[in-house]
C-alpha cells in the first residue's frame, strides 16, 4: 500500500513537472491593432492560430482610434526599444517610415528562398507597399479603397441615378435632400478632421484632375492650377450645402455613423463600412446600402486612394522567430477569405474576390477588383508624417472656414516644399 502511495506520488509530480515544463515553453506574442480594425475579428483568427499551436499564446493590445493615434502611441514604445511588442498593425503609408527608423524586423532571411513566391500572391499595390530598398519590411493584412456609399432606397424613390461625376453627385444630392425634406439628412460627407483620411479628401481629387503631390523621385510636383482643385471642389459642395457646416469636424468613422443612423445620402469611405451598415444591430439602412467606384470631375477619369493594413514584426521582439510565422498565417488567403467574410476587408489577393461564400457576403465585392487595382498611394516618403500633416491640417482649416483656399494652398506648397526638395 505505501509503495503504490510512493508511485503515486512520483507519477503526480511527473505530470506536474511535464505540465510546468509545457507552460514555460509556451511562447506569448503580443500583437497591436487599432480599434477600427476589427480586434474583435482578430481576435476570433488569433484563437484559432493558438488551437493549432498550443504552444503559443497571442495577446491582442488594442489602442487609438486614428491611424494618427496609433502612431502617436507606438512612436513613445518603439522608440524607448521596448520588447513588450511583437506584431504590430500598422497602416499602408507606414512601411517607408519603419524601415527608416529601423523599428521593423526586415522579413526576407524568415522568408528565405519562398520569398519571391510569397511577395508574388499579393496584389502588385501591396507588393510595393510592404517592400522598401528590396528588403520585405512587412506583410500585408487586408487591402482597402475608397468608395461612393449611397443610399439605394432614397436615388430610387427620387428616380436618380448612381452619380459617376462629382457635379451628378451635387445634382443627386439636392434632389433627395429636397425631396426627402428632412432636416437631419445629409447630402455628402468625407473625412474633414485634421486626421490622415482626410489627406485623400485632398489626393482624390487631386489625382483626378490630373494632378499629383511628387513626381517619381518623390520631389515636390504640386501645379498650382491642379492644386486648387481640391479646394475649389470641396468648397462648391459646401456652399451648396451637400457638406454639412461641421464638415472639418467628421473623422472617418463618423461617416459610417451617420450613413447607418440613415442620415446620410452619399459618403466617400473604406471597404470596411459595408459589414457594419449590413451586421449592426443599431444599423437603419441593412438592405438600403449601394457601393460604386467613386466619381470624377469627367466619368472616365475618376480615382481613388489606396488603403490597408501591414504586419510588422517589431525589430525589438524577443520571438521574432514564432512572431514571423503568426504574420504569415495572418497574411494567408485563408485568413484574407476570413476576413472578407466577417468584417468586408477587402482581400490582398486577387482570387478571393471571385470566391462564391465572399460574393455572397459582400456582392460589391465583384466590382471591386478593379478599383483596388488601379488605387493610388499617397506619397511614399520617410517623412510622411511631416506631409500629411501639412496636407491635412491646411485642408481641414479650409474646410473650417479659417483658412481661404489661396492661404490653404500657400502654405501647402511652401511647407511641402521644403520635405520634398
Known sequence: MKARLIAAS??????????????????TLRIFTGGQQRPD???QIVDE???????????????????EQQQQYLNTVLASRDSSLDVVLIDVIRPAQWAAAKWAEPLDSYLGADKEKVMSQYLPAYREANTVNGSVISL?????????????DLLAKHNVQPPKTWDEVKTAAQAVMKGEGNANLRGFETAG???????????????GAGGTVTDTNGKLALSADLAKKPFELWGSMKQAGILPPNIAEIPTDRIRQNFQAGNLVFGMTWGYVWNRTQQDTDSLVKDKVGVVPLPGFTADKAATCIGGWQLAVT????NKAEAVKLVRYLSSPEVSKRQA??????PVFPDVYKDPEVLKANPWFAEALPVVQTARSRPVTPRYNEVSEVVRTNMNAFLAGTKTEESALTEMRNRLGTILR
Open 10 to 27: 512520483v507519477a503526480s509530480l511527473v505530470l506536474v513537472g511535464t505540465s510546468s515544463l509545457a507552460l514555460a515553453q509556451q511562447t
Open 41 to 43: 475579428v482578430m481576435r
Open 49 to 67: 492560430y493558438m488551437k493549432a499551436n498550443p504552444n503559443v499564446k497571442v495577446e491582442v493590445e488594442v489602442g487609438g482610434a486614428t491611424s
Open 140 to 152: 500585408p493584412y487586408f487591402a482597402d479603397a475608397q468608395f461612393l456609399y449611397y443610399r439605394k
Open 193 to 207: 478632421a485634421p486626421i490622415e483620411g482626410t489627406v485623400c479628401t485632398y489626393t482624390v481629387p487631386l489625382w
Open 315 to 318: 525589430a525589438f521582439s524577443k
Open 341 to 346: 467574410i466577417l468584417a468586408s476587408h477587402l
